[in-house]
């Protein structure tokens, strides 16, 4: 039954790549399902993941949060969105952290 849940979470990885990829981005649930599946019934899997993760820590990380039994959804994805922006938009055009401090800020107790 191992082999047939991490050939079924291979597949679902392979897809949830190719998905990711593309715009829209709806591979990433299907990529952290096969993730889940794929670790949770293989030990070498689960030793290259840690292993992993000790040399890629900050790109590991938000994976490592949506493997959880209680994902964080929303904070991972804004933190993959300040990143992003952060790697790719100039300086003078980035406006995520600004949207957020405008629309999310914390109301004063009065």
Do not use: C, Y
């Amino acid at each position: 039954m191992r082999g047939v849940t991490v050939v079924a979470g291979s597949i679902l990885i392979a897809i949830g790549f190719v998905g990711a990829l593309l715009p829209g981005h709806l591979g990433v649930p299907v990529l952290v399902v096969g993730l889940v599946m794929v670790l949770r019934s293989s030990h070498q899997a689960r030793r290259q993941f840690i292993g992993l993760q000790r040399r890629h820590p900050k790109i590991v990380f938000p994976i490592r949060r949506l493997l959880r039994r209680e994902p964080e959804v929303f904070p991972v994805a804004w933190q993959q969105v300040l990143r992003m922006e952060r790697t790719v938009v100039p300086r003078r055009w980035r406006g995520a952290r600004a949207l957020r401090r405008r629309f999310f800020r914390k109301r004063r107790a009065t």
